[in-house]
């Protein structure tokens, strides 16, 4: 088993920044796509980066040359450093990971989220 931890959540103004920050512990054999999603409330979970071991990214179009999605394949880690947050960057952000934990399957784990809130 895989757990994804996130943290560096919080409220902060519109045109500030945050770094969230999502920690891979367990068993690990290999992860490879490492991913960040948001849900706002009333609305449908939705990719805003990701990126895979070589550190090829795809970003959502409402986040692109704001937001920057990095990771540390030594560390287990994946970052999302925001900037020039918007209110529309209000949500639940919540870490992915595929990963294999030992299996010959691979599977698909997720965080509990961390909550951004960014204020007008």
């Known amino acids: 088993q895989v757990q994804l931890v996130e943290s560096g959540g919080g409220l902060v103004q519109g045109g500030g920044s945050l770094r969230l920050s999502c920690a891979a512990s367990?068993?690990?054999?290999?992860?490879?796509?490492m991913a960040w999603y948001r849900q706002a409330p009333g609305k449908q979970r939705d990719l805003v980066a990701n990126?895979?071991?070589?550190?090829?990214?795809n970003y959502a179009d409402s986040v692109k040359g704001r937001f920057t999605i990095s990771r540390d394949n030594d560390k287990n880690m994946v970052y999302l450093q925001m900037n020039s947050l918007k209110p529309e960057d209000t949500a639940v952000y919540y870490c992915?990971?595929?990963?294999?934990?030992?299996?010959?399957?691979?599977?698909?784990?997720w965080g509990q989220g961390t909550q951004v809130t960014v204020s007008s």
């Open positions: 367990g068993t690990i054999v290999s992860i490879g796509l």
């Open positions: 992915y990971a595929y990963a294999n934990s030992g299996s010959v399957r691979w599977y698909d784990y």
């Open positions: 990126i895979n071991r070589g550190g090829n990214t």
